[in-house]
C-alpha cells in the first residue's frame, strides 16, 4: 500500500466548478510535488514544494493553484477548467537532502482521476 | 525540456522469458529511477540508482547507471505475468539549489503471455 494518500480517487467536474485535489503524506518527507499524466503518457511535472515553500512552477496556468498548508499537506485547488486538462493527477513526496534538494525517489499516490465536462 | 527516450516502446513476451529496456538522454542525470505502473494506479518505484556504472538488483530486476550517465537500462529475469505494466525510466535534472526535478521517459508497456 502507499503511503502517500490522494483524495478523491475520481472527480468529475464542470468548467465552472471549483474543487480541490488532497494528498496526505506520514514520512516525514519535506518535498511535495504534483504531477499530471494523460493516457499512455508519462507524469509531467507541475510543481514542487520543499519545507513548504513553492520551488518550482513549470508554467502551469492559473487555473491550477497549489498549497502546501503543512509537512504532511499537499493541495491541488482547482478553478475554470477546461476538458483538456482531465488527467490521472499525481501527489509524491521525497526526502530532502543536504541544503533542502529534494532525493531522486518519489513516492506517488495512486492518483486522482479528474473528468472536465 | 529534458527528453528521456525509452525502447522498446512496448513487448510482448512468454512467461518465464527475460526482458530488457533501455533509456537514454541528451544530458548527463545525476540519479536514474526505474517505476511500474499498473493500470489506474500512480507509480511504484523499483531500482534507484545514484552512481555512474552502477548495477543494482532487486529481485529479478536488475539495472544499470550508464558510465556515461546519459543512459540506464533494466532488466527483468523469468517474467511472470505480474510483471504486466508500463515502466518508466526517470531521471534526475540538476537544477540550482531546491529546483531539482525528476524527468521521465517515454515509457515500455510491457505484456506477459502465459
Known amino acids: 500500500d502507499t503511503e502517500v494518500t490522494q483524495t478523491p480517487k475520481h472527480l468529475v467536474m464542470g468548467m465552472t466548478n471549483k474543487k480541490s485535489l488532497k494528498c496526505e503524506q506520514h514520512m516525514g518527507h519535506r518535498a511535495m510535488y504534483w504531477y499530471k499524466q494523460k493516457a499512455k503518457k508519462p507524469p509531467e511535472l507541475m510543481f514542487v514544494?520543499?519545507?513548504?515553500?513553492?520551488?518550482i512552477n513549470e508554467s502551469v496556468p492559473s487555473r491550477f493553484s497549489p498549497e502546501c498548508p503543512n509537512s504532511s499537506l499537499l493541495n491541488l485547488h482547482l478553478h475554470a477548467l477546461q476538458p483538456e486538462d482531465s488527467a490521472l493527477y499525481l501527489c509524491?513526496?521525497?526526502?530532502?537532502?543536504?541544503?533542502?534538494?529534494?532525493?531522486?525517489?518519489?513516492?506517488f499516490g495512486e492518483g486522482s482521476r479528474l473528468t472536465v465536462l | 525540456g529534458q527528453q528521456l527516450n525509452q525502447s522498446p516502446q512496448s513487448m510482448f513476451i512468454q512467461e518465464g522469458e527475460d526482458v530488457s529496456m533501455n533509456c537514454t538522454s541528451s544530458?548527463?542525470?545525476?540519479?536514474w529511477l526505474w517505476y511500474k505502473q499498473d493500470p489506474g494506479e500512480g507509480p511504484v518505484l523499483l531500482i534507484a540508482?545514484?552512481?555512474?556504472?552502477e548495477l543494482t538488483s532487486n529481485g529479478r530486476l536488475t539495472a544499470q547507471f550508464g558510465i556515461t550517465r546519459k543512459d540506464s537500462f533494466l532488466n527483468i529475469s523469468a517474467s511472470i505475468p505480474s510483471d504486466v505494466g508500463i515502466y518508466f525510466c526517470?531521471?534526475?535534472?540538476?537544477?540550482?539549489?531546491?529546483?531539482?526535478?525528476?524527468?521521465f521517459g517515454t515509457g515500455t508497456r510491457l505484456q506477459v503471455f502465459p
Open positions: 526517470a531521471g534526475r535534472e540538476r537544477g540550482t539549489y531546491n529546483t531539482d526535478k525528476l524527468i
Open positions: 514544494y520543499s519545507y513548504e515553500k513553492l520551488s
Open positions: 544530458s548527463i542525470f545525476n540519479t
Open positions: 540508482l545514484y552512481k555512474a556504472g
Open positions: 509524491a513526496s521525497s526526502q530532502t537532502v543536504g541544503r533542502g534538494g529534494p532525493t531522486g525517489e518519489l513516492f
